[in-house]
């Protein structure tokens, strides 16, 4: 019997499963042996383990979430398209076993519900135990709950995994990591102010995984310094404030935070000095939505040499996004506009989209300032704003997130969505292109806009937080936050109010660790990089393009052994998608899938195999 390994067994692994149950038919006839490695338990993993808060949730919709493809996906393997999270809920649970708190959420929830992440866990406990039951018969699937701390074997030869917690290794024809998010070790910058905290008796907390994060070191009263307004940060406001024993109450219709006097003070700041752009709460009113027509990565690879982001890729990314939100703007709303979709769409798609002839032509087609997209405020749209007291300032910012909330929520400003759901579509060709290996200067930027636009939390956080802002429980420093460790304490301040300056006794990083191959904590990386197994490009860990497999020092993929996630150069961080997205995510497991059973076919024929 052919055997895999995949290291790592949360809601990736599940699809790649599937994928594999998928394409067995057409590519290999026989069983399989698959080893889950992973100390966390299969399907939902590490993120979306039942084990955590009752009180976070999903940035995502109900009937926004899928573990299934769909004739959207282009993709070799066949399509089996399933339940979305709504639709799950609404037809799949009879016999389901479930917790009663989640099932009780469950029932009451509705498609455009944001769900909490312990309902996600059911949804892919679910299906991880269907992808199972999908794989060839007479399969197995033997869960260990550890970690692989080493791999050995040429391509020629069976693959030895070491777990940590046995001495004989598990031997594999083929093994994948699916590692998903991986903490660090700490970096030096945050190793600096942990040992000036630890010397000056003050609290300090590095970049973590906020749901794992231990925050009792966060004292109830005490001035903490926040740097990040993402959902990381969204995340800790929850737990710090509601998760302490707070409460909100709604009084005259405005939403009211009742503290319980357990709370920390949280100043909170970051580059951009704002929160992530809300979620939307409505639909399409327009036309649907097309494939990428501007930027391709097929066509941008067709060139010669290296990419330059700014000047070769993110203009044609920002010619699509805003294509999508003028598509939607004039189908849509035409009694805003000066002219057809038609008569529109033929000269937007002559134009660059930094040229003067595209500001001549939304200056006369498209007469209202807030019904056109700017890329540059959309990223920094505080920038420049000075004000003379911190007061001042939290009026102005609490001002606008209710603006946001807002427009996010009025459906007369569905061009928002239209730029949306083409920002998914170039989020898709992005991992193509990126996993080339051409890209050059783009520094990690597109991910944080990305994020601050489509990623954002779902409108009742952000009414949740002005609520926690009007209290004084949260108050915001503004755009270009600095810290200094000075003085014995954490001094902040920003260019907003450049007077203002806190003095604090904590600093909380309210962000993801940035992961590295020279700061991973994961032993088996660490393991594959000290002996040449893995190529180090920008970190990351360098893989074909074409099906993922592991790329070592001297440029050779290796056979029997795959990688992917956002650790990788092929990225594709999502384990699930929007439905009808063509994710990549869902297209990248297919690919690494096919590649697997047609490598076992070949071995099981006796092409190369041989056991060591």
């Known amino acids: 019997m052919s055997v895999v390994v995949v290291v790592g067994a949360g809601p990736r692994t599940s699809g790649i499963l599937e994928r594999l149950g998928a394409n067995a038919p057409e590519l290999f006839d026989g069983p399989l042996e698959v080893h889950l490695v992973d ?33 959207s996906v282009a993709c070799e393997g066949p399509i089996r398209p399933g339940p979305s999270l709504a ?60 970690k692989v701390v080493r791999i050995t074997g040429s391509a020629q030869v069976r693959q030895r995994v ?75 406001a929850v737990l710090l404030g509601e998760g302490r024993g707070g409460r909100f109450e709604r009084v005259d219709g405005v939403l009211r935070y009742v503290p ?24 399409l009113r327009g036309a649907p939505p097309e494939p990428p027509r501007f930027f391709r990565a097929a066509d941008l690879l067709a060139r010669p040499g290296e990419l330059d982001f700014r000047r070769d890729v993110w203009p044609l990314m920002a010619k699509e996004i805003a294509y999508g939100h003028y598509r939607e703007l004039f189908t849509a709303h035409p009694s805003r506009v000066r002219a057809t979709w038609e008569e529109f769409s033929a000269r937007f798609a002559e134009l660059d989209w930094y040229g003067d002839g595209m500001r001549a032509l939304e200056d006369a087609t498209v007469p209202a300032d807030e019904d056109r997209i700017d890329f540059e405020r959309l990223d920094r749209p505080i920038d420049g704003v000075e ?27 569905s061009a928002d969505l239209g730029a949306f759901l083409a920002l998914l579509g170039v989020y898709g060709q992005f991992a193509v292109l990126s996993a080339a290996g051409r890209l050059r200067g783009e520094g990690g930027w597109w991910h944080g806009f990305f994020s601050s636009i489509a990623s954002g939390p779902p409108p009742d956080r952000l009414e949740e937080l002005l609520a926690l802002s009007r209290a004084g429980v949260v108050r915001f420093l503004g755009a270009n936050t600095w810290v200094r460790a000075e003085g014995g304490v954490f001094l902040a301040g920003s260019a907003s109010v450049p007077s203002h300056v806190v003095r604090a006794t904590g600093l909380i990083e309210a962000r993801l660790p940035e992961h590295t191959l020279s700061l991973t904590a994961d032993p088996l990386l660490r393991s594959l990089a000290a002996s040449g197994d893995v190529s180090d490009v920008d970190g990351m860990v ?27 150069t092929s990225k594709a961080y999502a384990a699930f998608a929007r439905p009808g997205t063509n994710a990549p995510n869902f297209r990248q497991n297919d690919e690494v899938a096919r590649a697997v059973l047609r490598f076992l076919a070949a071995a099981a024929d006796g092409a190369g195999e041989s056991v060591a």
């Not at 649970?93 to 909490?116: H, I, K, N, Q, W």
């Not at 920390?264 to 639909?283: A, E, I, M, N």
């Not at 020092?553 to 052994?561: E, F, I, M, W």
């Open 387 to 413: 004000f003379p007291t911190s007061e001042e300032f939290q009026e102005f910012l609490r001002a606008h997130v209710i603006a946001d909330v807002a427009r996010r929520s009025d459906s007369a400003f």
């Open 542 to 568: 360098l893989v074909d393009a074409a099906d993922s497999r592991i790329v070592d020092v001297t440029g050779t993929p290796h056979a029997r052994r795959f990688a992917v996630g956002p650790y990788t």
């Open 39 to 71: 100390p966390f338990a299969a399907g939902a993993g590490r993120v979306w383990r039942h084990e955590q808060s009752p009180l976070l949730r999903m940035n995502s919709m109900a009937e926004d979430v899928t573990v299934f493809t769909d004739d």
């Open 87 to 146: 639709e799950w809920a609404r037809s799949c649970l009879s016999g389901v076993d479930l917790d009663p708190a989640v099932r009780a959420e469950l029932e009451a929830m509705g498609p455009t519900t944001f769900p909490s992440r312990r309902v996600q866990s059911a949804y892919l406990r679910w299906f991880h135990a269907r992808a199972v039951s999908w794989l060839p018969e007479g399969s197995s699937v033997t869960e260990h709950a550890t």
């Open 162 to 236: 070491w777990l940590a917690d046995r001495a004989e290794p598990l031997v594999a024809d083929v093994v994948l990591l699916v590692l998903g998010h991986l903490d660090t070790v700490v970096a030096p910058e945050h190793r600096e102010l942990a040992d000036y905290a630890a010397a000056h008796g003050l609290t300090y907390l590095p970049p973590d995984y906020t749901a794992d994060t231990d925050l009792s070191a966060v004292r109830a009263g005490e001035d903490v310094v926040v740097r990040g307004l993402g959902l990381a940060f969204v995340d800790l």
């Open 260 to 283: 319980s006097g357990r709370e920390p003070r949280l100043h909170v700041g970051s580059r951009r000095g704002t929160p992530y752009h809300s979620k939307t709460g409505y639909r």
